[in-house]
């Protein structure tokens, strides 16, 4: 039988199970940090954009330790409406936006950005298009920060390259996306892999008790079941292959 992919769930869906979560994907605000040690010239006047922010974990850690202006964007208004909250409950709502939009198409201005940060979201839109399309949004010597599901050997089992190419089709090397980077227009400036605890203790382990209230909500539901059913082989797969991929925080500064 042929296995389900992950475009064959309905976004609504899988917004209505991670916006539940703290996180909808694998990070830490450690890593968010380290990765902010990388960006110069920070100041109250830096302008950043989190694209893909979800409900926006990363984006308070990025408002509590800058004192930046944030416009935080994704397509799904359930997890904008748990974002815009949460700014509120921790006094950042003069900072931190949540706003409603799709990452390759921003309703931003030419040279807008000084940062433009996104975890866990690239590969929606595909790693070159969207570092194409977001770097013109950006001011000269501005930063882009993304993670995003990368190879780290060259070669790996064909259970875990069918199940990544069927996810992320583009899906590639560090060295190789590195210079993707450079050839669309950044000076590549770092890139560092995320610690297993990002997927198992951040990700992975608090899937589990909504998964099994999911099921209940929506007792009866194939669809459901079979979503829960591939995120349960993502765990799986997770801990047979992380040795062969994992996100990795890109950084380039626009040239
Ligand atoms: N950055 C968050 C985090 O790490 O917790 C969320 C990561 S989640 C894996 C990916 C996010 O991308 C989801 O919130 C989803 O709604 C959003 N997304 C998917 N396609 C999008 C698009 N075309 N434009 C904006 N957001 C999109």
């Not at 450690?30 to 109250?44: H, K, P, Q, V, Y």
């Not at 060259?154 to 980077?181: C, F, Q, Y």
């Amino acid at each position: 039988m042929e296995e389900i992919t992950i475009h064959e769930f309905d976004f609504a869906l899988i917004n209505e199970f991670f916006t539940e979560l703290e996180r909808q994907g694998p990070g830490s605000p450690e890593e968010t940090i380290r990765a902010l040690g990388f960006i110069d010239n920070l100041s109250n006047k830096t302008k950043i954009a989190d694209l893909g922010c979800g409900t926006g974990a990363q984006t308070m850690v990025l408002a509590q330790n800058t004192e930046a202006t944030i416009t935080a964007l994704d397509l799904y208004a359930g997890s904008i409406d748990k974002l815009n909250v949460t700014a509120g409950k921790l006094g950042l709502q003069n900072r931190v936006k949540g706003i409603v939009g799709s990452m390759d198409n921003l309703p931003f201005q030419n040279d807008e950005f000084d940062l433009i940060w996104s975890e866990g979201a690239i590969a929606n839109v595909g790693f070159e298009k969207g570092l194409n399309h977001w770097k013109g949004f950006l001011k000269k010597d501005g930063y882009v920060a993304v993670t995003y599901e990368s190879w780290f050997t060259d070669e790996r089992p064909a259970e875990i390259e069918k199940w990544w190419l069927d996810a992320v089709p583009e899906i590639s090397t560090i060295g190789h996306n590195i210079s993707i980077m450079q050839k669309t227009g950044y000076i590549p400036v770092a890139a560092f892999t995320l610690p297993e605890n990002c997927w198992i203790d951040n990700y992975l382990i608090p899937q589990k008790a909504r998964q099994e209230e999911f099921l209940k909500i929506h007792a009866g539901n194939k669809t459901v079941e079979d979503m829960i059913a591939f995120m349960r082989r993502e765990a799986d797969l997770y801990s047979k292959y992380k040795q062969y991929y994992g996100y990795v925080f890109y950084i380039g500064k626009k040239m």
